[in-house]
């Protein structure tokens, strides 16, 4: 008993400590500007199109003979980065090939319809990150909130409308409960919210695996693959513009969202409080802020709107039933989809669908021009590098370190006001 | 050794922090470097210490130019400091801590020990220093564990010593312990360079006085210059060290604490056992050192301490065991010690501070939106009424001065319903304009008839302020003096010696 009253104070203090630099760490990262973003994601293009002139045949194959016809070389680098960022365009955007607009303008809509989950999940890290916090439960939540979403939908009857509503409720619910956990665990026990997420996602995951094979639970009846039945047509969100394409009404609950968000953030008390807490939480709680309750509530909103991507994966893009694998890895994407937009609802808005782009068009890519998916990841993954490092990019490109360039800004306007106060 | 500083310009992007700034130090000469927080007195010391390098001019030791490229450079030339913050290792001694950096090993890479303890001794006997070499650090006094500071300085064989601040967390009577060593040091042929904002030590030890103002030299004095014409050059105008106040009109008990006594995480009693009353209208001053219980009593009564036990009464309902909300909603305004860790959010704008302990209801908040217009109104109100110089109040809190974001502090917890304010340090690192402004809002609270509690480790504060003293050494209340007692009476009883006439259970 007295050894564990003497080491756990002990403990509580030197996670204070470590838990100040991990905000402090925390804030660099998601609080760099938006130029930082957009280089990072063209500098991430640049070396991906290096790769993808590597790894072009043709480009092999005059290399060998680049003495004697270097033109041949430079042409073939060309032609590979051109065709592969070109078919990248084309099967995310538009495509000029199509014949008419409806077919052309496709591409574009298949980019909203990947975009519609990472969004949604990224606006719940993004939150999490205001508060202080990372969410890497992400497909914990998803799966909970698909669970819960997809049971509503394929095995209670409800006239069309509220079936959804009910469907959509439940899965929010089940997503706030997944991090609502998190964020209990955090204020009463100090529990670190990376630990308990990254542990929830596998408890998530075996508890929806068991799940999928028990019959009466989740499992289709009548099969024996862990996959649960087609989710019931009065709970699957109705296409926004006919069947000719995929995107469907999940997407304008997103739209919805990164709205609540913003209002959230920047015009609610409660937003103002995640945000106090989120900058300097032993200020917060001497203005009498109870930094528990906002861990709590931070991360069963966080989780609800992570859910919310589970819910748009179950009743939007997988309706046919789905098994545990319908998170797609949208939880950690929506990490990178969260640093891109630096944590602003609009920024993540546009990150994820910058994402979204890449997906759609990766599949365009490797079928128009042979370059593997993988150079996507590969580009994705150097986004998040070069974000996470910022000192890195502002050293490639020679910008100021955000500390130095303000500080003797203001000092020169204080020095300006002392000398106008001796003046007088 | 002679140390010369000849025509130091440093600058970081537009702010010039050092500009031109020549400055010569004889040997065996303790040389003060008089101005206030931000005059660029630390900037200069890191100049001098190889930690930044100078845009213009040059160091010279013994009129030899010496060129630092860091700390390692500057002590091998014979330059030593002692640093405001100790930079010791707790669980090590005081031999291993002398010798850290600069280890002598004998075969097989193993720690000299012996050596090191030796040397500890040698020079310890040298200045009649009492200090054991195997005694850890964490175990010792703060007063002694500057001297070790001196120690390890002396071991490098420094010739110029550099104090920074070093009286900011001693005692009255470690200062005149200290004052005495600066002066053994000197005779022993040291240079002293000894950087302070207290007028009192300036005068008591310097044998030059070098005053700073925004980066430049604005003057030289000798120590019989008076604490008026010293101020006076620090801040460039005339000022005054006293507050105007009348005699307090007191209107009966509002606060009342009986048998507090905190706890701390690490099971240590913290506060013990404090009893004291603060009336309505009047100023309850509690000095002490720095580390004896302040902080912990006035956290216990904002309700931010864990395990508190004892009666807090305020207007005679109790207040221990509730929520810092309540509390604050009770009417308990609150100015913590740490301003830019507890009182403020750097990031966030002077209109956001200013509505940080209010926002979670009317007239911030309705309906669970931020009234903006109404934010923004009221926060241009305060920045008029406190003279908060700023660029509007949009501004990031972080950007502006101490003394304007103490001011920013100020204006929130002085715009509630106050039954009780609490001030903890309210003019730490500040300019003399801004200190004026801060004791002159404390007495106005006071004269409104609000009890007033005022928590700081200044003496010249203390005794500036207070109607009453009450005195903590090692979480005890050692006795309430009225704010008339002397100062050799406070010093020591902050070194826990009980007045000869203690104002009991007042």
Known sequence: ?424 | MKLELRGITKRFGALVANNNISLTVESGEIHALLGENGAGKSTLMNVLYGLYNAEEGDILLDDVVQKFAGPGDAMNAGIGMVHQHFMLVPVFTVAENVVLGHEQTTFGGRLDLSAARAKVREISDRFGFDIDPDALIEDLPVGVQQRVEIIKALSQDAKVLVFDEPTAVLTPQETDELMIIMRQLAESGTSIVFITHKLREVRAVADRITVIRLGTVVGEASPTATNAELASLMVGRAVELTVHKNAPELRGTALSVKNLSVIDSRNQIVVNSVSFDVQAGEVLAIAGVQGNGQTELTEALLGLQQHVTGLIELDGKPLRGYSVRHILDSGVGFVPEDRTEDGLIADFSIAENLMLDRSSGAPFVKAGNLQLGFRAQFAAEKIAEFDIRSQGSEMEAGRLSGGNQQKVVLARELSRELRLFVAAQPTRGLDVGSIEFVHTRIIETRDSGIPVIVVSTELDEVVALADRIAVMYRGEIVGIVPGNTPRATLGLMMAGEHAPATESGL
């Open chain 1, 1 to 424: 008993m007295s050894a564990t009253t003497t080491t756990a104070p002990a403990g509580r203090d030197s996670r204070m400590d470590g838990s100040e630099r991990w905000i402090q760490t925390l804030r660099d990262i998601t609080g760099g500007s938006a130029m930082i973003s957009v280089l990072a994601v063209l500098f991430a293009l640049v070396v991906g199109a290096i790769l993808i002139a590597f790894t072009n045949e043709r480009v092999q194959e005059t290399a060998g003979y680049f003495f004697s016809r270097p033109t041949d070389l430079l042409r073939a680098v060309w032609d590979a980065v051109a065709g592969a960022y070109s078919a990248l365009f084309q099967g995310s955007i538009y495509n000029f090939r199509a014949t008419n607009f409806l077919t052309a303008i496709r591409p574009l809509t298949e980019t909203l319809t990947f975009a519609t989950p990472l969004i949604a999940a990224g606006l719940g890290v993004g939150l999490a990150f205001r508060v202080g916090m990372f969410n890497i439960g992400g497909r914990g939540q998803m799966l909970i909130a698909a669970g819960a979403a997809g049971w509503v939908a394929f095995a209670v009857e409800l006239p069309a409308g509220i079936h959804l509503i009910v469907a959509i409720l439940a899965g929010l619910l089940g997503g706030a409960i997944w991090g609502g956990i998190v964020g209990l665990l955090k204020a009463r026990t100090g529990a670190h919210e990376v630990i308990v997420t990254i542990m929830l996602n596998f408890v998530a995951l075996y508890l929806i695996q068991f799940l999928l094979r028990t019959p009466g639970a989740l499992q289709a009846p009548g099969s024996n693959n862990p996959k649960t039945p087609a989710m019931a047509a009065t709970a699957v969100f109705p296409d926004l513009f006919g069947p000719r394409y995929n995107l469907h009404a999940g997407f304008l609950t997103v739209v919805a969202a990164t709205i609540f968000v913003w209002w959230l953030l920047s015009r609610s008390n409660l937003g103002f409080q995640f945000r106090a807490v989120g900058q300097n939480p032993s200020a917060a709680r001497v203005a009498g802020i109870n930094v528990k309750n906002v861990y709590l509530y931070a991360m069963a909103i966080s989780g609800a709107l992570v859910g919310l991507a589970g819910i748009n994966q179950v009743l939007g893009t997988v309706t046919t039933g789905f098994g545990s694998g319908i998170d797609a890895g949208i939880g950690f994407d929506a990490i990178t989809v969260a640093l891109l937009g630096r944590s602003k609802p609009w920024g993540i808005f546009a990150a994820g669908i910058l994402f979204g782009a890449f997906k759609a068009g990766g599949f365009a890519m490797q079928a128009a021009e042979g370059v593997p998916i993988d150079i996507v990841v590969v580009v994705q993954a150097l986004i998040v590098l070069f974000i996470a490092a910022p000192p890195l990019v502002r050293a490639m490109f020679h910008l100021p370190t955000p500390g130095t360039s303000r500080k003797p800004k203001i000092r020169a306007v204080k020095t300006r006001q002392t000398n106008e106060v001796v003046a007088k």
